[in-house]
């Protein structure tokens, strides 16, 4: 038996032992990088808005009448850039001139506030 290839018996008990302990640490690392990728996409979109939100305030700022008050700029926000993110968003509660409910792939959503804006600062989206 000078010229046996092979693994022992022990050799292959810690390899299972190692790709066990490697799976038993991966998978749960990988179940949770999925959920914060959808958090973060959630994030994409309040970014999203909110940079609709400060687009709308300076074209009402710049426009003729100037800027009057937040139901102006609301106003201004819903008919044009508008509120529809694409096609993974939707609002299945809202979205209103106080906030609403944001929903990414139908999995994950997030209940946003709205802050009016002022003269000085444009309304801001958080959840």
């Given at each position: 038996?000078k010229n046996?290839n092979?693994?022992?018996?022990?050799?292959?008990?810690?390899s299972?032992?190692?790709?066990s302990?490697l799976?038993?640490?991966?998978i749960?690392?990988?179940?949770?990088?999925e959920?914060a990728?959808?958090?973060?996409?959630?994030?994409v979109?309040v970014?999203?808005?909110n940079?609709?939100?400060t687009?709308t305030w300076a074209m009402?700022?710049?426009?003729n009448t100037g800027y009057?008050?937040?139901?102006?700029?609301?106003?201004?926000l819903?008919?044009d850039p508008g509120?529809v993110l694409?096609?993974?968003?939707?609002?299945p509660?809202?979205?209103?001139i106080?906030?609403?409910?944001?929903?990414?792939?139908?999995?994950m959503s997030?209940?946003?506030?709205?802050?009016?804006?002022s003269?000085?600062?444009?309304?801001?989206?958080?959840?």
């Open positions: 038996m046996c092979g693994f022992t018996l022990i050799e292959l008990i810690a299972l032992v190692i790709f302990v799976a038993a640490v991966l749960p690392r990988y179940i949770d990088a959920t990728a959808k958090y973060r996409a959630i994030d979109g970014s999203e808005i940079g609709r939100e687009l009402v700022k710049l426009s009057l008050n937040d139901d102006q700029v609301w106003t201004q819903t008919t509120t694409g096609p993974d968003y939707d609002w509660s809202g979205p209103t106080a906030g609403g409910v944001l929903r990414f792939k139908q999995e997030a209940s946003l506030i709205r802050t009016g804006s003269r000085e600062t444009p309304a801001r989206w958080r959840r």
